[in-house]
């Protein structure tokens, strides 16, 4: 069973992850919108959900490890992992790089998947990218939950996105929230990649 753009919306909704209001961004813009990655994340059950469908778009691909960037693309690792039979790497931050730590390896030719939750800039997929090239691993693609770039961000291989979102952000002078006195929210940083 495939999960539909809707489908995969009404989960982060349902789990609260996806909250609407008038909110200060960690970039300073306002927003109409908000998204807490790690309250979809506290459901096994949807993680299982939204991997599957990750899984199903690659099954034919031979995905031999699935490589993903902390925190939440670790756990996305995983259970995409789980689905496809295949080994979950985790790509670690040390000195400002990504790495595989702990002695683990990506060989070389070895079939990779990238998985990430919530895709804005695409900067962690890239710092996976290129530690997937710095292997010589062979990247069958990446795949998010959420590309909220609108679809703008270009990683330069097959990249699936489970829902594609244009982020409504503007800056605090010419913000239509603000003219409505909407009460400003101030949720906690999550973009600590
Ligand atoms: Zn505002």
């Given at each position: 069973m495939s999960l539909s753009q809707q489908d995969v919306r009404q989960i982060f909704e349902e789990t609260h992850a996806l909250r609407t209001?008038?909110?200060l961004l960690s970039s300073g813009k306002h927003s109409n919108e908000y998204w807490e990655k790690f309250w979809v994340l506290q459901y096994p059950r949807y993680v299982d959900r939204l991997c599957?469908?990750?899984?199903?778009?690659?099954?034919?691909?031979?995905?031999?490890v699935v490589l993903g960037p902390t925190t939440g693309g670790i756990l996305l690792a995983l259970e995409t992992a789980r689905h496809l039979n295949a080994r979950?790497?985790?790509?670690?931050?040390?000195?400002?790089?990504?790495t595989l730590r702990r002695g683990l390896t990506l060989p070389p030719g070895t079939r990779t998947l990238i998985v990430d939750d919530i895709m804005t800039t695409g900067g962690a997929t890239r710092e996976c990218l290129e530690l997937a090239a710095r292997c010589k691993a062979e990247v069958a693609g990446a795949a998010v939950l959420v590309d909220r770039s609108g679809g703008t961000v270009?990683?330069?291989?097959?990249?699936?996105?489970?829902l594609t979102?244009?982020?409504?952000?503007?800056?605090?002078?010419?913000?239509?929230l603000c003219k409505q006195n909407l009460p400003l929210h101030a949720p906690g940083t999550t973009h600590e990649k």
């Open positions: 209001g008038h909110f599957a469908e990750i899984a199903r778009r690659f099954e034919a691909d031979g995905i031999q979950a790497l985790y790509a670690e931050k040390e000195a400002g790089v990504r270009n990683l330069e291989c097959r990249t699936e996105a489970l979102v244009e982020a409504e952000a503007y800056e605090a002078a010419d913000c239509p």
